[in-house]
């Protein structure tokens, strides 16, 4: 018998997956994985779909689901419409259909879909969520989800195993968020890049499958390829629980397993933890904060909305009344079941607890946004500058139950109780989903687009050279939120030309749109600056779609975020850093620039008034066609 070297979770997981053969290869190098589940939600899945049916597909390869979560506040025609056509083109494509008021993807994935081992692609960041249930899942742009829809396979550099030991257990009052918040505080927000978080040590037992993916959800937010926790007996439990027993197998790294790097934390001696605005990497203890008067408080999103987080919520509020605004979002119309049966609606109800539909809600701006220059004490993942729809409110990011001792009080407050839940049987809502026909059914299908489904613009292919202007200079940790806003522009996602000209950077300059196409009508190719991590945050590929509609051709910056540059590549926009990044510096908003594009299989020279800039690809060589046929899916028409 040979010895085999030993492997971590990441590698058993991911060399099973492989396409090809061979084995792992070095961090950074582009691995080509099968994919067992790919999905979207409705923000991002209008475009996915619409680019699935410009690339001529006809029924997807991979176990596919369209979710409706985000835009479901149907103030006029436009989100039913994206519904309808999501319900419909999903119908015909075999892609099963999660309608509004089932729940938010993440969660409902975790209770139905996910099992131990498995590799899945979403377009929303937070697909890593179930990574909690042990198996890899990777958050990316429409185009790379629509891709695996039809392939069945995607491709993600190699990323990094780091090793998180987990030691001890929590103690009363301190929740799952407190961990990540820590890991925040450890790691950062760019401090993730091209790593996978693999979670290991005696610490892990103690943890619900609950805990686990809240932890897994907000690696998104260190900017991390994805996170993974082990499948045992919590995991078993679990998918007993679920009547999904079958779904069960354990699995964990080997003892000798390399890594190559291990953060340690020890459970016992965490402390609540808050993420303070703007961003979810400005972490603090909570006692350095009592006091602090809040306006608002909202539970729920993908990261917090459990029936184990919001029971945990509300048995802190039981015969008591809260003392400002709060809003609260059930994960999904199970969890809200379960809420109903336990009799903690009624407590929250009666706590003066405002109960809305099972979705992201307030997390992505759509309502419970708060009062001007107010404090919203938040448990979402979240809080960049303006993402709650009130430019000078600020949003803190803190657990299920600093969140409870808070609403109680109307200031930043530490957990005073912790009662045992009531224990609730899990309920199974599996007659939400809308399973397709078989295809000489889904064939007949008509696919019904009403006006708010617009289709895809075209984009030229890149020119040998580009010359224009710096429409626009930034600086760092740029999210997806600053260049192409979600909240009141959410119903515009199937109408580029609409959300370009309304959304785009308009919170960071409201006179971009219109510069921007006067340059690019007048011949000109717009260059975009900015500094580190420039893309964090959201995987929504209209942050380099409008602005590529705006005439967007080429961004440089000191360091890219991992979804946003693949998104970048796709749509045609060269994706360029600064080799010294105190180039950044010599180079102002509105200067001219020339760059000769040449084979892009090198270093560039950037032509800033007769100085020369040296720049460097963020691109990989296997993106090249892609940049120059002017985006992927041209150069997918063109059969590659
Ligand atoms: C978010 O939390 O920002 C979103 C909305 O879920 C996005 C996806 C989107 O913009 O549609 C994400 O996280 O990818
Ligand atoms: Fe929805 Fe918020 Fe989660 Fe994004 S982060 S998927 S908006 S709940």
């Known amino acids: 018998m040979t010895a085999t070297n030993p492997q971590n979770l990441t590698e058993k997981i991911l060399s099973a997956h492989l396409v090809g053969a061979g084995s792992l290869p070095a961090p950074g190098t582009p691995i080509t994985l099968r994919i067992d589940q790919a999905f979207t939600q409705d923000a991002t899945g209008t475009m996915a779909m619409l680019q699935l049916e410009a690339m001529g597909v006809k029924r997807v390869k991979t176990f596919s689901v369209n979710f409706v979560d985000h835009s479901m506040m149907q103030s006029g025609f436009r989100n039913p419409d994206d519904h309808e056509y999501l319900r419909t083109v999903s119908k015909k494509l075999g892609i099963l259909f999660s309608p509004p008021g089932a729940g938010i993807c993440h969660f409902l994935n975790i209770e139905n879909f996910v099992k131990p ?382 959300y370009a000209m309304q959304a785009t950077f308009t919170q960071v300059d409201p006179g971009f749109a219109a510069r921007a196409v006067t340059h690019r009508d007048s011949g000109g190719h717009g260059f975009l600056l900015g500094g580190e991590n420039y893309g964090q945050g959201s995987s929504r590929e209209h942050a380099a779609l409008c602005p590529r509609w705006l005439g967007v051709r080429c961004v440089i910056v000191k360091q890219f975020a991992r979804i946003h540059v693949a998104n970048l590549v796709n749509f045609g926009i060269l994706p360029l850093t600064f080799q010294n990044p105190a180039d950044y510096d010599q180079i102002p908003q509105g200067a001219s620039l020339i760059l000769e594009l040449g084979e892009l299989n090198g270093p560039l020279t950037l032509n800033h008034n007769g100085h020369t800039i040296p720049l460097q690809p963020a691109f990989e060589q296997k993106d090249i066609g892609v940049l120059k046929a002017g985006g992927a899916l041209a150069w997918f028409k063109v059969g590659q």
């Open 117 to 498: 081992g498995m590799t899945g692609i979403g377009a929303d960041s937070h697909t890593v969520n179930a990574g909690g249930m042990g198996a890899i899942y990777f958050g990316a742009g429409g185009y790379d989800v629509a891709l695996a829809m039809a392939t069945g396979e995607y491709s993600v550099p190699m990323p990094e195993v780091v090793n998180v030991q987990l030691l001890g257990a929590l103690q009363p009052g301190v929740q799952a968020m407190d961990v990540i918040l820590k890991m925040l505080s450890i790691v950062g927000v760019k401090g993730g890049k091209g790593k996978i978080f693999e979670y290991g040590g005696p610490g892990v037992a103690s943890l619900s499958l609950s805990e686990r993916a809240t932890i897994a959800n907000m690696g998104a937010e260190m900017g991390a390829s994805t996170s993974l926790f082990p499948s045992d007996e919590r995991t078993h439990e679990y998918l007993a629980s679920r009547q999904r027993e079958a779904d069960y197998q354990p699995l964990t790294a080997d003892p000798e397993a390399n890594y190559s790097a291990t953060i340690e934390i020890d459970l016992n001696q965490l402390e609540p933890l808050i993420a303070l605005y703007p961003s979810p990497g400005n972490v603090e203890r909570v006692a350095d904060h009592l006091g602090t008067k809040i306006q608002q408080v909202c539970v729920g999103s993908c990261t917090n909305s459990s029936y184990e987080n919001i029971a945990s919520f509300a048995e802190q509020l039981r015969g008591q009344r809260v003392a400002v605004d709060t809003l609260l979002y059930p994960g999904s119309r199970a969890v809200a079941i379960m809420l109903a049966d336990s009799g903690y609606l009624s407590t929250l109800f009666n706590a003066g607890v405002r109960v809305l539909e099972n979705g992201c809600g307030a997390c992505i701006g759509q309502g419970g946004s708060p009062p001007s220059k107010s404090i919203s004490l938040r448990t979402f993942n979240r809080n960049f500058s303006k993402r709650s729809g009130t430019p000078d409110a600020q949003v803190h990011l803190v657990s299920p139950a600093v969140a409870a001792a808070s609403a109680l009080t109307g200031e930043i407050s530490l957990p005073q109780q912790s009662r045992p839940l009531k224990p609730q049987p899990q309920v199974i809502d599996t007659q939400s989903f809308q399973h397709p026909p078989a295809p000489e059914v889904a064939a007949q299908v008509e696919v019904v687009r009403g006006p708010n489904i617009v289709p895809l613009p075209d984009f030229a292919p890149l020119p040998a050279r580009l010359e224009g202007e710096v429409l626009l200079k930034l600086g760092d940790n740029i999210s997806t939120d600053d260049i192409q806003p979600a909240g009141i522009y959410l119903p515009l996602r199937s109408n580029v030309k609409e």
